[in-house]
């Protein structure tokens, strides 16, 4: 068990064969047993990697043992009910391949471990072998997880959160406090409060085989401190895994729940994951959110209406990725609010970052002496708004861009629906590169504008909707763009490439709740500007 602040997945290597961890299960003792004349041992011990895992007991467990070598007999030998066994063999170099089964009688086409391992054999040596065996999921069927938790009667809030790595959105959410339980297994509970704590044991029956990634989440109301213990779990056809953890107060820290879930992920093989927030993660400035090492990994934060404060300062939240690996963040029914006086966006997207706003999701209060006040889109990162909204930021300096969206430098803005309103840039000064209250894109950005809402944003330089600037493409299919004042193109002000095919813009002979206002009310100058609909 690990406090939060520090925690970072140890992925079980049970999924990928992990050859550079050296931190294995070491073969035991060397067998006495006479080494036959002109020939060598091999001491076979078999383990598992040691890593954060829960699986069934490798004890009594049936292994067959097959040694082949260029250019002689293959060697055959069995295990059962054991972890250790000696094979005498011819002087060569030899691969091995073990074969783990519940029992003899299993079907010898499906084992549950698999494990190889290369041996030089020396005449008259014995030398030990390891062999760490992965697990083998192809059989199918299902199996069940039997597991007991053990934590301090101040404990609120007390769930179990599997997600299968094979189909990561699917979603396996034991209560174990109440029956706020969501899950299609068989789920048996009892929980046990005494002087010393709560007990909470569980069997879940039917469970499909394979790895699952899991949460322990517990809160503690009373001291406003919380743990997680994530880590992997493996289920076998017909088995029962086994996971126990025993928590005691010293294992709580007021620390970052959302941090340490949000850290958890990152570190798991590509794929889509979820995490459900619940009100108790209340943080400060979260670290960038970054993945290397050739990964894909889709996180969705469900947020349940909670508002997450960022605080001031720092980067509030990053997302990006190394070459040949992508991050997407989705935010659902979450706000994220910053600060005034902050010299960052509320969000960056850089390089391999997707940034994706669903229903509910608000980015919001932010203030910013740099350029986006919400969000800052640059190097290849793409911002797609499905829903959502965009409001009440700022580009507070002289020379600040893109009150709502700073689009530039290769980034890329999608906006499907959703609304960018009552953001802005300052109301003083003058130049030909600033403003842009709602969007400014430029310099190698795009802003592809499909439906939702530019509305309500100022800019006291020029576009109080969207500003469009050398180098910046703004292409308009639908949505509208309506209500935005600035000094020069109260709706857009373009001095790049502005495409509109459809959607609308309102001039100043709208009624004034759509009334775009500044010189050229709609579109300025409209002459550099492809429109075939108004």
């Excluded at 670290?287 to 404060?309: A, M």
Aim: a negative charge.
């Amino acid at each position: 068990m690990k406090t939060t602040k520090r925690l970072i997945l140890e992925i079980a290597a049970l999924m990928v064969a992990l050859a550079a961890c050296t931190d294995l299960t070491e073969p035991g003792e060397l067998s006495g047993e006479p080494i036959p004349q002109g020939m060598g041992q091999a001491h076979i011990r078999l383990g598992l990697l040691n890593a954060r895992t829960a699986l069934p007991s490798l004890d009594g467990l049936y292994f067959t043992l097959d040694f082949t070598a260029d250019g002689k007999d293959t060697v055959s030998a069995e295990l059962n009910n054991g972890l250790t066994l000696t094979v005498a063999l011819e002087s060569g170099d030899w691969e091995l391949e073990v074969k783990g089964y519940r029992d003899s009688s299993s079907n010898m086409d499906s084992p549950m471990l698999k494990g190889e391992s290369s041996i030089t054999v020396t005449a008259g040596i014995s030398s030990p072998v390891a062999v760490y065996l992965t697990p083998d999921f192809s059989s199918g069927g299902t199996g069940t997880l039997s597991y007991s938790v053990t934590f301090p009667n101040t404990v609120s809030r007390a769930f179990l959160v599997l997600y299968p790595l094979a189909d990561p959105g699917t979603l396996h959410q034991i209560d174990m406090l109440g029956t706020d339980t969501e899950t299609t297994a068989e789920v048996e509970t009892d929980t046990v409060t005494t002087a010393e704590g709560t007990t909470a044991t569980m069997t879940i029956k039917g469970l499909p085989v394979g790895s699952f990634q899991a949460f322990i989440d517990l809160y503690d109301r009373t001291n406003n401190q919380a743990t997680v213990w994530t880590g992997v779990v493996h289920i076998y056809d017909g088995s029962t895994t086994p996971l126990a953890q025993t928590v005691t107060p010293a294992n709580f820290a007021a620390s970052n729940p959302l941090e340490d879930k949000l850290e958890a992920v990152l570190a798991y093989p590509s794929g889509s994951y979820i995490i459900f927030m619940d009100g108790t993660e209340t943080v400060g400035p979260l670290p960038p959110l970054t993945i290397t090492d050739g990964k894909d990994i889709t996180l969705t934060l469900k947020g349940n209406g909670q508002t997450v404060s960022l605080g001031s300062n720092g980067s509030l939240l990053t997302l990006g990725a190394d070459t040949d690996s992508s991050l997407t963040l989705i935010l659902e029914d979450i706000t994220l609010e910053g600060t005034g006086g902050n010299n960052v966006s509320l969000v960056q997207v850089n390089s391999g970052g997707n940034l994706d706003l669903k229903a509910g999701s608000v980015l919001t209060g932010n203030t910013s002496t740099g350029n986006g006040g919400g969000v800052s889109v640059a190097g290849g990162g793409t911002l797609t708004m499905s829903g959502g909204e965009i409001s009440g930021n700022k580009a507070s300096s002289t020379s600040s861009k893109g009150g709502g969206v700073y689009v530039a430098n290769g980034g890329k803005f999608i906006m499907n629906d959703g609304a960018i309103s009552g953001n802005s840039t300052p109301t003083s000064g003058s130049g030909s590169d600033k403003g842009g209250g709602g969007v400014y894109v430029a310099g190698g950005g795009e802003f592809t504008m499909n439906g939702g809402e530019v509305s309500g944003n100022t800019s006291g330089y020029d576009g109080g909707g969207v500003l469009v600037l050398g180098g910046g493409t703004f292409t308009m299919t639908g949505g509208e763009i309506s209500g935005n004042t600035a000094t020069y193109g109260g709706g857009v002000y373009n001095r790049g490439t502005f495409t509109m095919t459809g959607g609308i813009i309102y001039g100043s002979e709208a009624e004034a709740s759509k009334r775009n206002t500044g010189s050229n009310a709609a579109v300025y100058p409209s002459s550099n500007s492809t429109i075939d609909k108004r």
